[in-house]
């Protein structure tokens, strides 16, 4: 620990080091360069004092949103400016070499490396003012900056009574974020504007104590009751296993509050089991497991949980962790048609042109990360997430309610 510990001081000190001489070449008063110093080393000292403060039994608090939130709005420019500046060095450095040994040996020393240039320090400044702006932007709007995406998807086999069915799904609430009952009560308002047959939740309404819902529990239960209801399955924070509890007493009894609160908000949990939607004459099976993730915990158990449905009923699965999809559901064969997961966030930073470019770090870590995606006629869609977590913004990738509509026809999205 004191080894990550210091290894992580050095790493903060190097990009102060680099983000320094960035302002040196474009700052020549003097009081302004101390300034400069002085508010980095107050900022770098409060950053780091906070995190040595984060308490394991508590968790995520609005102290530890506020630090990663400030850590990233002055190292992520920081970073940017480093990057930029020690390419100019490895030049500078490379020139110099070939200054010395090819083109004039008889260089001073002094003169062998050239000055830094003015323009590079310039353009770097400039790059780094994009991700300040935006991580500024995020946490004071973007982070409730809530849209309605519309997604219909075709199946040969849908059963005809629910060709035009459609589905709101919300995913990680992670109510423990918020902090704006004005904006909350918008995105509700929105979720009822859909008017969809069906509202689906895929997990994680808190982000660790059950006793982060209770503000919000007149809020969402102004969620209206569709016709073919509400229903929803648990994320990996809905099991409370993020920070240290006194006793395993106490951990399951904030597991068995949680799972009371989708039912305090009219949802019905699924915990590894499926239903049937019946419309008409025809029906589909809904069928929710428990959080399955690669890297994460593996309650869920699609056996169990559809255990009775038959290979040919039209499904739709609710799995909140988008990895399931890929190592056990999408090439099953009970052959789920449509899985609903969320999860990722889009890691809550990146950039989205709809329909042309989509790009996060998330991609990095999940093969399926935001959207719509295809295996042999089976689809996953994952949502962006409703609310926020750790960093307590958003920039590009923005919150989500998602309207799927069920189509009858050919296999194309």
């Known amino acids: 620990m004191v080894i990550r510990f210091i290894i992580i001081c050095a790493l903060f000190l190097f990009i102060e080091f680099y983000s320094f001489q960035a302002v040196r070449t474009l700052i020549k008063l003097r009081w302004l360069l101390i300034s400069y110093q002085i508010i980095s080393l107050l900022l770098f000292i409060f950053i780091i004092y906070s995190f040595t403060q984060f308490d394991r039994s508590i968790g995520q608090t609005k102290q ?13 420019p920081k970073i940017v400016i ?3 500046l020690l390419g100019e060095d490895i030049f500078r450095v490379g ?4 200054n010395y040994f090819i083109e004039n040996p008889n260089l001073t020393k002094d003169s062998v490396i050239p000055s830094r240039r003015k323009f590079v320090s310039q353009l770097a400044v400039g790059l780094a003012a ?3 702006l935006s991580l500024i932007y995020g946490i004071f ?5 809530f ?7 075709f199946f040969p086999d849908l059963p005809d009574a629910f060709d035009g069915f459609t589905i709101t799904q919300i995913s990680d609430v992670h109510s423990g974020s918020f902090d704006n009952p004005e904006k909350i009560s918008y995105a509700v308002d929105l979720v009822n504007e859909q008017n969809s047959d069906m509202i689906l939740f895929t997990g994680d309404i808190v982000n660790t104590h059950a006793t982060e819902m209770h503000p919000w529990l007149e809020t969402f239960n102004k969620i209206k009751d569709p016709k073919f209801g509400k229903y929803a399955v648990l994320g990996n924070h809905d099991y409370g296993e993020y920070v240290t509890w006194p006793s395993e007493q106490k951990k399951d009894e904030n597991f068995k509050a949680i799972k009371s609160l989708y039912g305090q908000i009219g949802f019905q949990l699924l915990l590894n089991e499926h239903t049937y939607i019946q419309k008409g004459e025809d029906k589909i099976a809904l ?14 158990d699609l056996n169990k949980a559809s255990q009775g449905v038959q290979q040919d009923d039209f499904k ?24 609903l997961s969320g999860h990722t966030h889009g890691m809550q930073f990146g950039i989205e042109i709809p329909g042309y470019f989509k790009w996060s770090l998330a991609q990095y870590v999940y093969k399926q990360w935001a959207g719509l995606y295809e295996n042999a006629g089976r689809y996953v869609y994952v949502n962006r997430g409703f609310g926020f977590h750790a960093y307590p913004g958003r920039v590009g990738i923005m919150p989500e309610i998602t309207v799927i509509e069920l189509k009858k026809g050919k296999d194309v999205a």
């Open 64 to 76: 530890t949103m506020f630090t990663m939130g400030l850590m990233l709005v002055v190292y992520v």
């Open 82 to 84: 480093t990057l930029v």
């Open 95 to 98: 020139a110099g070499l070939v």
């Open 316 to 339: 739709v699965l609710m799995s909140h962790d988008p990895s399931h999809w890929e190592y056990e559901i999408k090439n099953h064969p009970k052959n789920f048609h449509l899985t």
């Open 141 to 145: 709007e973007g982070k409730y900056n």
């Open 287 to 300: 069928v929710g497991v428990e959080n399955w993730g690669h890297n994460f915990k593996k309650a869920g």
């Open 130 to 132: 994009v991700p300040f």
């Open 147 to 153: 849209k309605v995406i519309r997604q219909t998807v």
